[in-house]
């Protein structure tokens, strides 16, 4: 088969047993982007492909090797695929893609391209689009036909005998959307929109997701064994989960208005108004505590009405920093077992529904490099809502390890129980916090300062107000045990004055602990 440039199509060179036309190099016009193709014969034998690798047989003579010269990025428009958004074009892609050497770009049309099985990325490649925020043109589209979408390998394996590693680390996916057919929030799945599979032995390094969309998943994106590696402006909506991260995945950052949301309204029948669907038991980010976690960095990131904006188990050395997760309907952020050194500062945490701004659950003793949580300068607010609410609490310092917490700056409003209540013994510092809910006492804790606006309840001697050198606490008696944390002019007050009975105890040396009575109360 000839064209007006007097040149054979691709299959019609390799079809051809012709001796003459075995050439070192052949210029040939591709089939399915009507493009000039070039090939060179190569010394060594390569893969049987389709796209970017070709064998010629050459009648009774030996058989001869061609790769394609690829000078720039791979179009997809050189693979046999419709783009229609209803053709299975997975087959055809994953062809070009197991044909693609580590390294290459794969550029995706402004299309739809239907998938009835997840592709598999098992190399160093980077697949891009136009941007999901392309003005001009519609982005491309992967489209899941109810299956996973993409699937990105690091392991070990034994071919013929031999143990090969098989490792994608490197993949950058940019610039394009990965869709379910049926959106989770219409009908729920089991599937995941790219799912990052490392191994103990295979960490998936230096993978890049960058201006992406994923929509429509049971979990948008899920990472095993990730490290050192960026997530960023990457949109994920209507997933039960938005972040799934597992395995002991290390040093990672999600960053630059990366977004997690359930964004479906619906009509209330009884009120005639639009609502937000609400996923039960929906988190955005997902740190499951079967290994640990650590070392992550949570940036400009913005989460939407989820259940539990962040949730995490067995996760530490955590920044979560410049970020809004708002409208959450029970907590914004928890931090549960096995979880130590949290940073999170400079936030807007916002509740829909009667829950905790923070939750601070951490009930297993850690590691001698534990120095606790900082809840540092954030916005923690609920809103007005006609939900019975008995409750609300704006930081919830709860677990027995949860130990030597310092929540300092925050504003704190509308919240029904206390604006800051840390457990009895936990050391936790509350300074410089503005508590503004209408309620009295705003803050239970103890090492609390008098800088704090707001009403403090003391709970025990562990629990005590500092003005400035002084501590001043209350309790039905002074301790009967010397102690280096009481200095001279510390002030005990009696929870339970009587007459004859001092209004206090006054401490009248260091170390020791001398106490006396003060302001005896007469008939």
């Known amino acids: 088969m000839t064209n007006n440039l007097n040149l054979l199509t691709i299959d019609a060179f390799f079809s051809s047993s012709d001796p003459a036309s075995d050439l070192n190099i052949v210029s040939l016009i591709d089939p399915f982007s009507g493009e000039v193709a070039n090939f060179k014969k190569q010394d060594l034998p390569v893969p049987d492909g389709k796209y970017l690798y070709r064998i010629k047989k050459n009648g009774n003579g030996p058989v001869s090797y061609y790769k394609r010269i690829i000078t720039d990025d791979i179009s997809i428009t050189i693979a046999d695929v419709r783009g229609d958004g209803m053709t299975d074009d997975s087959v055809e892609i994953q062809k070009l893609i197991d044909e693609m ?67 994608a680390s490197g993949t950058v996916l940019e610039g394009f959307g990965i869709y379910n057919a049926t959106l989770y929030t219409t009908a729920p799945n089991s599937f995941t929109g790219i799912k990052i599979i490392g191994t103990p032995e295979v960490h998936a390094y230096d993978i890049i997701l960058k201006d992406l969309a994923i929509n429509g998943y049971q979990t948008g994106l899920e990472a095993n064994y990730l490290w050192s590696s960026q997530i960023q402006t990457v949109k994920i909506g209507n997933c039960k989960t938005g972040m799934h991260i597992k395995n002991n995945s290390v040093n990672n950052e999600i960053s630059n208005n990366t977004s997690i949301s359930i964004d479906v309204k619906v009509i209330n029948q009884q009120t005639g108004e639009e609502e937000l669907i609400d996923i039960p ?24 009405n989820v259940y539990q904006g962040i949730y995490a188990e067995k996760t530490s050395h955590v920044n979560v920093l410049n970020s809004m997760i708002d409208f959450c309907r029970h907590i914004g952020i928890v931090i549960g077992a096995e979880s130590h050194n949290w940073n999170i500062n400079s936030n807007y945490i916002a509740l829909s529904h009667p829950g905790y701004g923070i939750y601070l659950a951490n ?122 944390d009481w200095k001279r002019g510390d002030i005990i007050l009696n929870t339970g004055p009587s007459v004859n009975m001092p209004i206090g105890w006054v401490n009248t040396t260091d170390g020791t602990n001398t106490w006396k009575p003060f302001g005896i109360i007469n008939n």
């Not at 394996?157 to 090969?164: A, F, L, Y």
């Not at 038991?281 to 939407?304: A, H, L, P």
């Not at 410089?432 to 309840?457: A, E, Q, R």
């Open 281 to 304: 038991d929906s988190k955005g980010i997902f740190f499951e505590g079967n290994t640990s976690q650590e070392g992550w960095r949570i940036i400009d990131t913005f989460i939407f």
């Open 101 to 167: 050497e580590a390294g290459q770009v794969l550029k995706l049309d402004n299309r739809r391209y239907m998938l009835y099985q997840p592709l598999q990325i098992n190399k160093a490649i980077k697949i891009t689009g136009s941007s999901t925020k392309s003005q001009l043109d519609l982005p491309p589209f992967l489209i899941t036909n109810n299956n996973h979408g993409i699937i990105i390998n690091a392991y070990k394996t034994v071919i013929n005998g031999q143990e090969i590693t098989i490792n």
């Open 363 to 484: 009930s297993v003793k850690n590691s001698s490099f534990t120095r606790g949580n900082k809840i540092i300068d954030n916005d923690i607010l609920i809103y007005d809502n006609a939900i019975p609410d008995d409750t609300s609490i704006g930081v919830n310092i709860r677990g027995k390890e949860s130990l030597y917490d310092d929540v300092r700056g925050n504003s704190i409003k509308n919240f029904k129980v206390y604006d800051i209540r840390a457990d009895s013994g936990l050391k936790t510092t509350i300074t410089h916090n503005k508590c503004l809910s209408d309620i009295s006492p705003n803050i239970t804790g103890n090492f609390i300062t008098n800088d704090n606006l707001g009403t403090v309840y003391y709970q025990n001697l562990n629990d005590s107000l500092h003005l400035g050198k002084v501590k001043i606490t209350y309790a039905d008696t002074f301790p009967s045990v010397s102690s280096p």
